[in-house]
């Protein structure tokens, strides 16, 4: 069986946890996709999921506007289950109540099963001391909540604020729960959405590594046939993983194309050669262009500015170097879900997706045709499709690092010198970091290069240099971050180790501002 054969539908009412739920799902090795409740019945008709997962969402179900389940959720006789907002959404929709409560329910609570359903027959963290009843632990963010429940459901849960926490009805395989059971603080979570997945929607394991990659394999031979591809390599995960899986997948008809910008990290061109083109023996042309950077960033100095140039020269330079290969029809991309996902949600229709371009922002009117094999992958299952196909474990799990490179991380006008100075000083940071096992506890760390100059003694000299400032950060999404508390031990190895080993630094200071107020990067 083809692993798309099964699959579940979310639908999105504006939840921040609609991805986790599809990941949540895709761990029991069933496919699912995301789409936003905007999306036509004859999309969810043709799509034809084994079940349906209402998500969250931050409106009010009883608010004028309010999103709204699609027709054909109901229409179709397969399993639905409701979550926070859904649950709230599918109670309205099939005749119950609901009312804003004064009290919002935040944070952990306690459900306590009054009757059974087969959503949660089994499923328990205790049982409670007074009358003996099954108890699960949630975590639940609502403000609405379900008053009366439709025909045909059973009240299944109580909580302190919700009469109705769980709803079911077993006949229809309708479920609502007004928590959170794809986010981790709802121990039980996982295990509820198998059972709903697997045992509730009759889904079986399809979706896993080993079929994923067959069928990539697949589809890529079927697309490009006998043409070359090109690939930019950029050192990122989502281009590594692309250039493994296409030189499994078609050999010698894959270029792979890097371009060193001069603002890479410490030893970071050798490496990518190394792993592609030594070990895999995959075709790669590696263009070093880090002189035509530097000229064009010359007295340039403003973030956004640099950033532009950095884009531009990338984009003149690929195109130089890809016209000197010949007629290539068709261009690789790293694009991957959450890229889909987002460019579907700008345009707010699931089914127009535009394609993202993400590679260097290669603009839409180069004369390729696009070869995405990853547009249906998470993060995590690149990550683990990388160390499938035998890429080294750091280069997967390598921490994110911006398009336009150590550009935004030197402060100011560019200089070769100071590119040097950072990419040591950086280098350092990375190794204690790995030394110490807090590379891989921390989302995102790396070394700024500040262009003042501060004063400092070594021996009897009195020094006069530059200053490096450190950044480790701890988060989710990127989109808010904390500042990781690295121990003072290692703070302190790696400032003396900086201003020791780079000439050319007086001092290192360690950056302690979270996101917001501060960006993660500093330009
Ligand atoms: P900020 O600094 O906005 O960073 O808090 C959030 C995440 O985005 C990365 N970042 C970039 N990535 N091109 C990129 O490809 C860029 O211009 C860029 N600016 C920031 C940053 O490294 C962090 O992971």
Redesign the pocket.
């Known amino acids: 069986m083809h692993s798309h054969q099964q699959k579940i539908l979310v639908i999105d009412f504006g939840s921040q946890y609609a991805q986790l739920i599809a990941r949540r799902i895709r761990e029991c090795e069933v496919y699912s996709e995301i789409v936003s409740w905007r999306v036509s019945d004859e999309w969810i008709r043709q799509f034809a999921p084994q079940g349906i997962i209402l998500s969250g969402g931050p409106e009010s179900t009883i608010g004028v506007n309010s999103p709204q389940i699609p027709d054909a959720v109901f229409e179709l006789g397969v399993p639905v289950l409701g979550i926070c907002y859904g649950m709230q959404a599918m109670a309205l929709k099939l005749g119950g109540q609901v009312e804003s409560s004064t009290h919002r329910e935040y944070g952990a609570a306690t459900v306590t099963l009054e009757q059974t359903c087969r959503l949660t027959q089994g499923i328990e963290d205790r049982y409670s001391e007074g009358n003996g009843r099954a108890q699960l632990d949630v975590w639940m963010s609502h403000g609405d909540r379900v008053t009366v429940i439709p025909r045909g459901f059973n009240a299944v849960g109580v909580s302190e604020n919700s009469p109705f926490a769980i709803m079911a009805c077993d006949a229809k395989n309708y479920y609502g729960l007004q928590f959170h059971p794809e986010v981790t603080h709802t121990p039980q979570g996982q295990r509820l959405i198998e059972r709903f997945v697997q045992d509730i929607c009759g889904c079986g394991s399809l979706w896993t590594l080993k079929n994923i990659l067959k069928e990539s394999i697949e589809i890529v031979r079927a697309q490009v046939k006998n043409a070359p591809v090109l690939l930019g390599l950029s050192g990122g995960v989502d281009s590594a993983v692309v250039a493994a899986l296409l030189h499994k997948a078609i050999g010698d008809q894959l270029t792979c194309m890097f371009i060193d910008t001069g603002l890479l990290r410490h030893e970071e061109a050798l490496s990518v050669l190394e792993v592609f083109a030594q070990n895999l023996g995959a075709k790669v042309i590696a263009v070093d262009a880090s002189e035509h950077f530097y000229q064009a960033l010359v007295g340039v100095s403003d973030p956004e500015e640099k950033?532009k140039i950095i884009g531009r020269v990338f984009i003149e330079t690929f195109d130089r170097e890809s016209k000197k290969l010949g007629d290539i029809p068709f261009l690789a991309q790293g694009t991957i879900y959450p890229d889909v996902i987002e460019s579907a949600h700008a345009s707010h229709s699931a089914h127009v997706i535009k394609s993202h371009h993400n590679v260097g922002g290669l603009p839409k009117d180069m004369n390729f045709k696009l070869v995405e094999p990853l547009r249906e992958l998470f993060k995590d299952e690149v990550r683990q499709l990388g160390l499938e196909l035998g890429l080294p474990y750091e280069m997967v799990y390598r921490h994110?690092?911006?398009?336009?490179g150590l550009g935004?991380r030197i402060l100011g006008e560019i200089q070769p010198q100071y590119v040097k100075i950072l990419r040591a000083a950086d280098h350092i940071f990375m190794s204690e970091l790995k030394k110490q096992g807090w590379y891989d506890k921390v989302s995102?760390a790396f070394a700024v290069f500040l262009p003042v100059k501060s004063v400092g003694v070594v021996g009897d000299a009195r020094h006069y240099d530059y200053v490096i400032a450190l950044r480790a950060v701890q988060t989710v999404d990127?989109m808010t971050a904390r500042w990781a508390q690295l121990p003072y031990d290692l703070l302190d190895v790696v400032a003396h180790r900086i201003v020791n080993e780079v000439p050319g630094v007086s001092r290192v200071v360690y950056d302690i501002s979270g996101?917001p107020p501060a960006?993660?990067?500093w330009e």
């Open positions: 950033r994110p690092f911006p398009g336009p935004v995102q990127f996101k960006t993660i990067e």
